[in-house]
C-alpha cells in the first residue's frame, strides 16, 4: 500500500502535458465556404487543404465569382520552415489564340461586350492543377476529403444570398443565347432568387470523380471533351479550345515579389501577376511621407497615396505581362533608388497631374500593356496550428465567365485580360494575345513578415483593377494607422478613373473628397465592387482572421 501511495505521488508530481491551443484561423466571401475550411482544420488538415475546401465550396456557393473553370495564385509561408512559396495557376490562352482575336474588320479592338460572352474569351482552367501542386507538397488529408464539403452543398443544395441573386439578375439578359447556363441557375422562367434552394448535381458528379481520381479527371477524358465542346461549339464567338490545350496544362512556381515597406517585409505574386509589383511600388512611393502621423482623416495622407496609385498604375500598364513571353523588368519597378525619384515627383499639397510611365532600370524597348480587367473574382485565407499562412485568389473574371458551362460550372472569361489591341503607336504589346501566354492580372495575394521575419498579415482582394489599391490600403491603414485587420479591409476605398480620383461612395471617405479637390484633384464618389479577406497575428500570437462587410463572407477560429 505504501509502495502505491508513493508511485501515485510521484504521477502527481510529473508534468502533464497541455493540449496546445489551436491556432488556426480561415476567412472566406462566403460562410459556407468558410465552413468549408474549418471542417478541414478541425479535422487535422493544414492551412493549404483548408484553402482548398474553400476554394472548391466557392465554386458551388459563389459560381460567379471563381471556381474549377477558372484560375488563380497562391503565396504560401511554411511555418515549420519559414520558406515562403508562390504558385502560378492563371490560365493560359489555347493554341488557336492569335494576337488579332479581338480585333473587328476595321482592325480596331471590339467592344467589351462583344468578346465577353462565348468561346473567344475562355482561357485553359489552372485551379485544379494549382490545388494538385499545392496538395502534394503542404496538404496532410487525403484529396478526397477536400471534397466532401462541397459536393455535400451541390447535391443537398443551398440557399441563394442576396448576392448570387444580384450576379444572376446581371447576366439574365445575356442568357438567352446562353441555354446551358439559363438551365442551371433559373427556376420557374426566371433567375434564382434570394432564398431560393438551389442544387447542382451536374457540378456534384464531376466534383467526385475529381476526388476519387485526381485532376486527370478534368484535364481528361469525358470533362475535356465537355469542355472542348462547350468553347469549340460555343453560341456565341465559337472557337477551338482542344483536348490537348488542356492536357497540356502546367501550374508553375514563381519566384515571390518581396519588398520593404518601414520595418515590414512585404511578399506577394510575381508575373503574371502585377499585384505585388504595383502594390510594392505604392508603398514604395508613399513611405517617405508621415502617414501615421497625418492619420486617416488627413486629405494629405489620401493625395499622396492617390498620387503614387497613379504612378504605380501608369508603369504596370506599361511594363508587365507573362515573363515566359516578355521582359519585365522585375527588380528596376521596385528598386529602391528608383522609386525614390517616382516618389519625389509627388507632393501633398499640389496635384500632379499628369501620370506618365518611368524608366525602370532594365526596361526594355517601349511596350505597353493596356490589359482590360473587370470586377470579379474571390480570395481567401487561412492559418493552421503549425504556423503555415495561404493567401489565395481564385477568379473566372467576370460574373459567370464566358457565359459557357460544362458538367455545372462556369468557363473563365480570362483572355479578356489580355490587351485587345497587339500593337500601339507602333509598337509590340507587352500584354498581347498569343497562345500558352497568361494574361497579365491584378490578382494580390499576400503575406507580410516582420523585423524577426515572421508572417504577420495576410491578405487579398476581389474587384479587377481595385485589387491592388484594396490591398495597398489595407496595408497603409493596419501598419501606418494601427487598424485591425477587419477595420482595414472595411475602410472606404480610394481608385481612379480617366477622370481622376473616385472615392468610395457611402463611406466615410466622401468627406475628402472637398479636400482633395481643394488640392488640384478631380474627384467622383461612386460604388466600387470592393471583397477583401484577411487574417492577423495579435501581440499575443493568435491569429485572427477579417472578412469584408461588403461581402456575405466572414472568419472562423479552428
Known amino acids: 500500500m505504501k509502495k502505491l501511495i508513493a508511485f501515485a505521488a510521484l504521477l502527481f508530481l510529473l508534468p502533464i502535458p497541455i493540449p496546445a491551443l489551436a491556432q488556426g484561423v480561415v476567412s472566406a466571401a462566403d460562410p459556407r465556404a468558410t465552413a468549408a475550411g474549418q471542417e478541414m482544420l478541425r479535422a487535422g488538415g493544414s492551412a493549404t487543404d483548408a484553402a482548398i475546401a ?28 519559414g520558406v515562403l512559396d508562390t504558385i502560378d495557376g492563371r490560365e493560359t490562352a489555347p493554341a488557336a489564340a492569335r494576337p488579332d482575336r479581338f480585333l473587328g474588320t476595321d482592325g480596331k479592338p471590339r467592344p467589351f461586350v462583344e468578346i465577353w460572352p462565348g468561346g473567344y474569351s ?27 464539403p462541397a459536393i455535400r452543398l451541390a447535391d443537398q443544395g443551398f440557399v441563394v444570398n442576396a448576392r448570387l441573386a444580384a450576379s444572376l439578375r446581371q447576366v439574365a439578359p445575356v442568357w438567352k443565347d446562353f441555354p446551358a447556363m439559363r438551365a442551371l441557375y433559373w427556376k420557374g422562367g426566371r433567375p434564382m432568387a434570394e432564398g431560393d434552394t438551389f442544387r447542382n448535381p451536374a457540378l456534384a458528379a464531376i466534383l ?9 479527371a478534368f484535364y481528361a477524358g469525358d470533362n475535356a471533351r465537355a469542355l472542348s465542346d462547350a468553347v469549340t461549339n460555343a453560341p456565341r464567338n465559337p472557337v477551338p479550345l482542344t483536348q490537348a490545350d488542356l492536357a497540356g496544362y502546367r501550374a508553375k512556381d514563381r519566384p515571390a515579389i518581396c519588398g520593404p515597406y518601414r520595418q515590414w517585409t512585404i511578399c506577394g505574386m510575381g508575373p503574371p501577376s502585377s499585384g505585388a509589383l504595383t502594390v510594392l511600388q505604392v508603398m514604395g512611393m508613399v513611405e517617405r511621407f508621415p502617414l501615421a502621423t497625418w492619420g486617416r482623416d488627413d486629405a494629405r495622407s489620401w493625395q499622396v497615396i492617390g498620387e503614387a496609385m497613379r504612378l504605380a498604375y ?22 529602391r533608388a528608383y522609386l525614390k525619384r517616382r516618389s519625389a ?98 490578382m494580390a495575394p499576400t503575406i507580410v513578415y ?21 490591398v495597398a490600403k489595407a496595408l497603409i491603414a ?7 485587420a477587419q477595420e482595414s479591409i472595411a475602410l472606404g476605398q480610394l481608385f481612379f478613373d480617366k477622370q481622376g480620383l473616385v472615392v468610395e461612395q457611402g463611406t466615410a471617405l466622401e468627406a475628402m473628397k472637398a479636400p482633395l479637390e481643394a488640392l488640384g484633384q478631380r474627384v467622383s464618389v461612386a460604388k466600387l465592387g470592393l471583397k477583401a479577406n484577411a487574417a492577423e497575428k495579435l501581440p499575443d500570437g493568435r491569429w485572427t482572421g477579417a472578412a469584408d462587410p461588403r461581402s456575405p463572407g466572414n472568419s472562423l477560429q479552428q
Open 54 to 81: 474553400m476554394l472548391l465550396a466557392l465554386n458551388v456557393v459563389e459560381p460567379q465569382s471563381s471556381g474549377i473553370g477558372g484560375g488563380g495564385f497562391i503565396v504560401h509561408h511554411g511555418g515549420g520552415t
Open 314 to 335: 501608369a508603369d504596370r500598364d506599361r511594363y508587365q505581362g507573362d515573363r515566359d513571353f516578355v521582359e519585365v523588368p522585375v527588380a528596376g519597378l521596385i528598386d
Open 345 to 442: 515627383m509627388i507632393s501633398a499639397a499640389k496635384t500632379l497631374g499628369r501620370y506618365d510611365a518611368g524608366s525602370p532600370p532594365g526596361a526594355p524597348a517601349r511596350v505597353t500593356a493596356t490589359p482590360g480587367e473587370v470586377a470579379g473574382t474571390t480570395h481567401f485565407v487561412a492559418v493552421d496550428d503549425d504556423g503555415d499562412v495561404v493567401s489565395w485568389t481564385n477568379t473566372v473574371e467576370s460574373a459567370f465567365g464566358s457565359q459557357l458551362t460544362a458538367n455545372g460550372y462556369a468557363l473563365n472569361n480570362e483572355l479578356t485580360d489580355f490587351s485587345h489591341a497587339p500593337v500601339e503607336d507602333g509598337y509590340l504589346v507587352a500584354n498581347r494575345l498569343q497562345p500558352g501566354k497568361r494574361p497579365l492580372s491584378s
Open 450 to 470: 516582420d523585423a524577426a521575419g515572421k508572417p504577420v498579415f495576410a491578405v487579398g482582394a476581389a474587384g479587377g483593377r481595385t485589387i491592388i489599391m484594396q
Open 208 to 216: 467526385r470523380r475529381i476526388a476519387a481520381e485526381g485532376p486527370e
Open 478 to 484: 493596419h501598419f501606418d494607422w494601427g487598424l485591425s
Open 122 to 148: 475562355v482561357g485553359v482552367p489552372g485551379s485544379l492543377r494549382l490545388a494538385e501542386r499545392a496538395h502534394a507538397r503542404w496538404g496532410k488529408l487525403a484529396w478526397a476529403r477536400l471534397f466532401e
